[in-house]
C-alpha cells in the first residue's frame, strides 16, 4: 500500500519512495524552469531515452533545454526514460510517463523531441512513447498527438528507427528546434492536416520525415533503401543544419542539486567538429568543419556556470580538446580565474605534450588517480589504418612523464575488430602497454607502484565513416581475440586487461548499419522486454534472437564487408561530405596510409600558441577538400584573433612539442593537402572516436565512463585542484528543513549540494587539508529516503567572519538558491570552544502520520494503546537487512517515548506538506555513538500485528517527519537530561559527552 503523498499534486507522489532513486522523477532541481503553458505558442518535451543520471550530462540536451525557455514562444520540458521498477510501477497503477517540470504527460506537448546518441537506446524510446501516451509508430498517429522528432548523431543512419520518429532533425538543433516547434504548433491551431503539417516541416530542410519518402530493396546487399520524396518540394537528399557556434553561446545554466549525474561537473563545448580524421570516428566526419567557439565567450560561460551552478569543477569539452587552436592559452586563462574561485578544471583529451612545462607541472596537482590515453590499436600499422597517428615512441614518452609526475595509474584505451587487423596486431595491444609500463617504472624510480590499465573494445563500423563499409568481427572472432589477449598479458604483471562484452557491440553494429525492417525487429524485442539495451546487465540476448526469427531478419548482411558502389540505408541523408571523400580514406586505410590532421598547418600536429609564432607561419594548412569547403584564410584569421584576444602575443617558454619525433615528411600540395602521407607523428590522448562506444556499458563494473554526452570526451583528464586550506575560516550551525523533492534525495546528494548552494550566494566554504581537499563540513544522521526533517542541522566552516546580520541575510539567500524543498531557517557562528553536531546529538522527535483509514476503528485509541504496550515491553526486536547483511535490532533500547500525536504535531504534518484525514504518533528516540534506530523500524514495532516474526512486521503505510534534533543536558541513553536544541550554545558548552560518543555519528544506514 501507498505512503502519504510527499509532492504535493504529483501523480507519482504516493509510490516515489518505493523505487530507486526517487528524485530522478521529482524535478524541483536549481535552474530547472516551469513555464506557464498559456503563455507560450509551443510546448516542448525533451525526451531523453536514458536514465536521469545519464542525460543530465548531455550537453545538446542543455543548450536546447535553455535556447526553447529562453524563448518567450516556446517551453521545454524534460523527460528520461523511467528505470525498469518505475515503468514496473506505471504499468501496475495505469499512469503515463510525465514531463519534471510540470508532471504532463508527454502525449499533452506539441512536440516530443528524442536525443538519438546511441543505437541502443531506440527499445527506451519505445517504452517514453508507450508509457507517455503517444502511438508508438507515425502512421498510428492521430491529429492531437505530438509530432515525435529526434537529432543526434545517430539521426544520421535513422532506418530502423525511422518509422517510430515523424521527423528527423539532421545536424546541428539549435535554430531547427525552435523552427519546427512553432511551425507544427501554428498549422495545429490553423486546422491544417497532420500530414500537411508534415509535408510543411519536411520542406523547412535539414529535417528528415521518413514517411513521405519511398523505399525499396537494393538487389546488390539486400538492404532497404530511401528511393525517393513521395511529395513535391521536400529535399531529396536531406542536407544537414549547420550552425555558427558564436551565435548560440553555450548556457551558463542548467538544471543542477538533483540525483548525481554520471558527469558532475560543469561541462562547457568550447568546439564542436574535429580535424584528426580517425577513421572509425563518425562524429569525426558529421560535425565537420571543426568550429570553435570564441574563447573570451568561453571564458565569461565559464564564469558565469559556475556562478550559478556553483559546481567546483569545470570541464572543457570538444571531440578532441587537444585540437583546439587556441587551447593552451585558454586553459591558462580559464585556470587564472578559476584558482581565484577554488574551482578544479577539468580538460578532457588533453595530451600530454604540445603544452608548456608550468602548465604540465599544474597537472601534478590532481585528485584525479591515473591519467588515460587512446592510441586505439597496439602496432604501428594498425594506428595507420585507422589514421590515429601517434607513435609507440610518443607513447612512451608519454608514461615517462606521467609517471614521473607522481601519477602511479595509466590507461590505454584500444579496439579490436578493425580493418586488416592481425593476430600481431593484437598481440601488440597488451605488449604496447607492457612497454608502457616499462618506460612508466623507469621513469617513477625504485619502489614506486605502476599500473597500466589495457581497456579494448570491439569495433563497431559506423555509417558516415570510411569503414562504414568494412566487416565486423563476428561473436567467435572477438572471442578468440579476448582470448589471445589474456593469453598475451598473463606474465606482465603490470598490466590490467579489461575487455568488453561483445554481444552488446553486435547488435549496436547491426543497428548502426539498419534498414527499415529493422523497425519490426525492434517493436518485437521491447513487446518482450527489452529495456536499457546498451547496459550490460539489462541486455536480454534470447529476447533479441527470438525478435530477428520472428520477423525473418538475417543479421549476417548488416554485419559482413559492404561494396563501396552499393547504394545503404543511409545514403539519403547528407552530413556534408564529397561523394567519393569516405571511399578515398577506405582505400588509403587498407593501404596503411596516413591522413595528417586537417585544418592545421602541413606538417604539425600541435597549433601555435602565441601570436608571434602564428603569425610567423605562413605555411598552408592542410585540407583534403572532403566537402564541406573550410574557409581556410577564414580559419587562420580566426585563431589570430583568438590568441590576441587572449592575450598571448609572445612565447613566454619554450614549448613542448612532439619536436622528440621526426618531423612530417608531408608536404602541403594543391589545396594544402599533403603529397605524401608518410612520417606524420603525433599522439592523441582520447577524443570523439571512443563515442561509438563510450555510451555502451554502464554500472557494469567496466571502469570505462558508461555514456557520454554530444560534445564530450570519454576520459576523466587531468584536474587542477584548489589549493588545500586546512581548517581555517569561521565555523557556523546552519538549521534547515527537507521536504517536498529534497526527502527523496539521498543523504550524499545532500551534502554534494550544500557546498554548491554557498558557492551560489558567493559565501565560499574552507577546505580540508590534504591531497583530497573536501569542504569542511558535518551533517546531523543521514534520514531515510522519503523522510522529511524539519530540523536538520549542518556544521561548516566558511572563509568569511560574518556578524547575526549578515548571517540572517545570508541563510534567506540560502534557500532562495537551494532545490525545490531545502529551506534554511537559521544559523549561529560558532566558538572554538563549542561542541560539534556529532557530539551534542543525543536524540530526535518524529511524528509518524497515518491515513486514519489505514488504521481503522479508534484511530486514537488503538495507537494509544500499542505505544503503552510498546513501552512496558522489555524488548522490541526487529532485523535489519543492510546489503544483504541481517542484524537484530532492540528497538526498546532507542525508544524513549511514545505516545499519540497532539495539536502541534499536527501542525508540524501541515507544515510538512502533509494534509488529509490523518493520526499522528510522536515518538523520542536516542542516538548514541553506537547507533540509533530508524523511523520506520519505530513505526513497525509499534503498529506491527502482535506476535508477528521481527523480520515480517511491516507498518501500515505511513510518513515519518522529524520534528526535532535535540542534546541532553546528561549523556544520550539515561533519557532523564533535559532536551535542548543544538542552537542553544551556552547550555551545549556545559554538556559531557557520553564516554561511548566518540567524533562520530552513526553511520547513515542506521541512522536517522
Ligand atoms: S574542407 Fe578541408 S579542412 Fe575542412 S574539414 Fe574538409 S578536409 Fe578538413
Known amino acids: 500500500m501507498d505512503s502519504l503523498p510527499l509532492l504535493a499534486d504529483h501523480p507519482y507522489a504516493s509510490f516515489l519512495d518505493q523505487v530507486e532513486k526517487p528524485a530522478r522523477y521529482a524535478g524541483g532541481e536549481v535552474g530547472s524552469v516551469v513555464k506557464d503553458w498559456a503563455s507560450v505558442e509551443a510546448r516542448v518535451c525533451l525526451a531523453f531515452p536514458d536514465v536521469y543520471d545519464i542525460g543530465m550530462s548531455h550537453l545538446g540536451f542543455k543548450i536546447l533545454y535553455k535556447l526553447l525557455n529562453d524563448d518567450p514562444r516556446t517551453l521545454a520540458e524534460r523527460c528520461y526514460t523511467p528505470w525498469v521498477d518505475m515503468e514496473a510501477q506505471l504499468v501496475k497503477r495505469g499512469l503515463p510517463l510525465v514531463s519534471l517540470e510540470s508532471a504532463r504527460p508527454l502525449r499533452d506537448f506539441d512536440v516530443v523531441g528524442f536525443s538519438l546518441q546511441f543505437e541502443l537506446t531506440y527499445s527506451n524510446i519505445l517504452t517514453m512513447l508507450h508509457l507517455g501516451g503517444v502511438p508508438l509508430r507515425s502512421a498510428d498517429r492521430g491529429e492531437d498527438d505530438p509530432i515525435v522528432i529526434a537529432g543526434g548523431p545517430t539521426a544520421t543512419h535513422p532506418e530502423p528507427i525511422a518509422p517510430f520518429l515523424d521527423a528527423i532533425v539532421i545536424g546541428d538543433g539549435e535554430e531547427k528546434a525552435t523552427e519546427v516547434a512553432l511551425a507544427w504548433a501554428r498549422l495545429k491551431r490553423e486546422g491544417v492536416p497532420r500530414r500537411e503539417r508534415l509535408v510543411a516541416i519536411a520542406r523547412l530542410g535539414a529535417v528528415y520525415v521518413p514517411s513521405l519518402y519511398a523505399t525499396r530493396l537494393d538487389p546488390d546487399t539486400g538492404f532497404e533503401v530511401v528511393d525517393r520524396p513521395l511529395a513535391s518540394g521536400i529535399p531529396f537528399p536531406i542536407e544537414r543544419a549547420l550552425v555558427d557556434l558564436n551565435k548560440y553561446p553555450f548556457p551558463d545554466e542548467s538544471p543542477t542539486g538533483g540525483p548525481e549525474a554520471i558527469f558532475d561537473r560543469m561541462s562547457i563545448e568550447i568546439a564542436r567538429g574535429c580535424t584528426e580524421g580517425c577513421r572509425f570516428c563518425q562524429a569525426g566526419m558529421i560535425y565537420r568543419p571543426v568550429r570553435e567557439r570564441d574563447p573570451e565567450q568561453i571564458v565569461d560561460t565559464v564564469m558565469r556556470a559556475v556562478q550559478r551552478s556553483g559546481q567546483d569543477e569545470v570541464s572543457l569539452t570538444a571531440l578532441s580538446t587537444a585540437d583546439v587552436s587556441c587551447i593552451s592559452p585558454l586553459i591558462k586563462k580559464v585556470t587564472e580565474r578559476l584558482t581565484a574561485e577554488r574551482i578544479s578544471l577539468g580538460v578532457s583529451s588533453l595530451r600530454a605534450y604540445g603544452l608548456e612545462p608550468d602548465l604540465l607541472d599544474e597537472l601534478k596537482r590532481v585528485r584525479a588517480t591515473g591519467l588515460t590515453f587512446a592510441p586505439e590499436a597496439g602496432s604501428q600499422r594498425m594506428r595507420d589504418v585507422v589514421n590515429k597517428n601517434v607513435t609507440e615512441e610518443q607513447l612512451l614518452e608519454t608514461a615517462e612523464r606521467v609517471f614521473s609526475r607522481g601519477w602511479g595509474k595509466m590507461k590505454l584505451y584500444f579496439m579490436i575488430g578493425l580493418p586488416t587487423e592481425t593476430d600481431e596486431d ?41 569503414f562504414q563499409w568494412a566487416a565486423m568481427d563476428t561473436l567467435g572472432e572477438v ?49 518482450h522486454g527489452a529495456r536499457f539495451d546498451s547496459w550490460e546487465d539489462k541486455l536480454d540476448l534470447a529476447v533479441w534472437e527470438e525478435a530477428f526469427t520472428h520477423v525473418g531478419v538475417d543479421r549476417e548482411k548488416y554485419l559482413g564487408t559492404l561494396p563501396v558502389t552499393a547504394r545503404l540505408p543511409w545514403d539519403h541523408i547528407d552530413v556534408g561530405l564529397e561523394e567519393g571523400f569516405l571511399a578515398k580514406e577506405y582505400r588509403k586505410a587498407l593501404q596503411s596510409r596516413l591522413s595528417p590532421p586537417c585544418g592545421k598547418v602541413a606538417g604539425t600536429f600541435v597549433h601555435h600558441t602565441n601570436l608571434d609564432d602564428a603569425k610567423a607561419d605562413a605555411r598552408r594548412l592542410v585540407c ?57 607523428e603525433r599522439e592523441s590522448v582520447g577524443g570523439a572516436e571512443r563515442e561509438s562506444v563510450a555510451a555502451t556499458e554502464p554500472k557494469s563494473g567496466d571502469d570505462r565512463e558508461p555514456s557520454r554526452a554530444e560534445g564530450e570526451a570519454p576520459h576523466r583528464a587531468r584536474r587542477i585542484a584548489p589549493a588545500p586550506k586546512g581548517r581555517g575560516g569561521f565555523r557556523y550551525r546552519f538549521r534547515f528543513e527537507k521536504a517536498g523533492p529534497m526527502a527523496l534525495l539521498g543523504h550524499l546528494d545532500v551534502v554534494r549540494e550544500l557546498p554548491r548552494v554557498l558557492r551560489r550566494v558567493g559565501a565560499p566554504m574552507t577546505y580540508t587539508a590534504g591531497f583530497h581537499p573536501k569542504p569542511d563540513m558535518t551533517f546531523s544522521p543521514a534520514l531515510s529516503l522519503g523522510v522529511i526533517s524539519l530540523d536538520e542541522y549542518v556544521d561548516l566552516r566558511l572563509e568569511r567572519d560574518l556578524d547575526p546580520a549578515a548571517l540572517d541575510a545570508l541563510v534567506a539567500a540560502m534557500s532562495a538558491a537551494s532545490p525545490r524543498g531545502l529551506v534554511f531557517s537559521g544559523a549561529v557562528k560558532l566558538g572554538p570552544e563549542d561542541p560539534s553536531l556529532s557530539k551534542l546529538i543525543a536524540g530526535a522527535r518524529y511524528a509518524l502520520a497515518f491515513a486514519r483509514s489505514a488504521i481503522g476503528g479508534d484511530a486514537e485509541a488503538l495507537l494509544a494503546a500499542r505505544c503503552s504496550a510498546a513501552l512496558s515491553a522489555a524488548s522490541l526486536p526487529i532485523r535489519r537487512e543492510i546489503d544483504r547483511l541481517a542484524k537484530m535490532v532492540d528497538v526498546r533500547q532507542y525508544l524513549v517515548r511514545a505516545e499519540v500525536g497532539g495539536p502541534e504535531v499536527h501542525a508540524a504534518l501541515a507544515r510538512a506538506g502533509l494534509v488529509g484525514d490523518l493520526v499522528a504518533l510522536e515518538v523520542e528516540v536516542d542516538i548514541r555513538g553506537s547507533g540509533a534506530v530508524k523511523s520506520s523500524e519505530v513505526a513497525a514495532v509499534i503498529t506491527g500485528e502482535p506476535g508477528e516474526a521481527p523480520g515480517a512486521i511491516t507498518p501500515p503505510p505511513h510518513r515519518a517527519v522529524r520534528l526535532q534534533l535535540f542534546g541532553r543536558t546528561s549523556p544520550a541513553g539515561s533519557a532523564a537530561g533535559e532536551r535542548f536544541s543544538l542552537f542553544d550554545l551556552e547550555r551545549a558548552r556545559r554538556v559531557k559527552p557520553a564516554p561511548e560518543r566518540t567524533a562520530a555519528l552513526p553511520l547513515a544506514a542506521d541512522a536517522e
Open 426 to 466: 593484437v598481440r601488440g595491444i597488451v605488449e604496447t602497454g607492457a612497454r608502457a609500463a616499462g618506460a612508466g617504472r623507469r621513469a617513477a624510480g625504485k619502489g614506486k607502484p605502476v599500473d597500466v590499465t589495457v581497456s579494448v573494445s570491439t569495433h563497431v563500423p559506423k555509417p558516415h565513416t570510411p
Open 479 to 527: 572471442g578468440r581475440k579476448q582470448r589471445l589477449l589474456k593469453d598475451t598479458v598473463r606474465p606482465y604483471r603490470a598490466v590490467t586487461l579489461k575487455t568488453h562484452e561483445a554481444h552488446v557491440s553486435v547488435l549496436e553494429g547491426i543497428f548502426a548499419r539498419g534498414d527499415r525492417p529493422l523497425a519490426d525487429v525492434l517493436e518485437r524485442a521491447w513487446r
Open 624 to 680: 583534403y577538400d572532403c566537402g564541406v569547403a573550410c574557409d581556410m584564410t577564414q580559419m587562420r584569421e580566426e585563431r589570430l584573433t583568438f590568441l590576441d584576444r587572449l592575450g598571448a602575443h609572445r612565447r613566454s617558454l619554450p614549448v613542448l612539442t612532439d619536436a622528440g619525433a621526426a618531423p612530417p615528411a608531408a608536404a602541403a600540395g594543391p589545396s594544402g593537402a599533403p603529397a605524401s602521407d608518410g612520417g606524420a
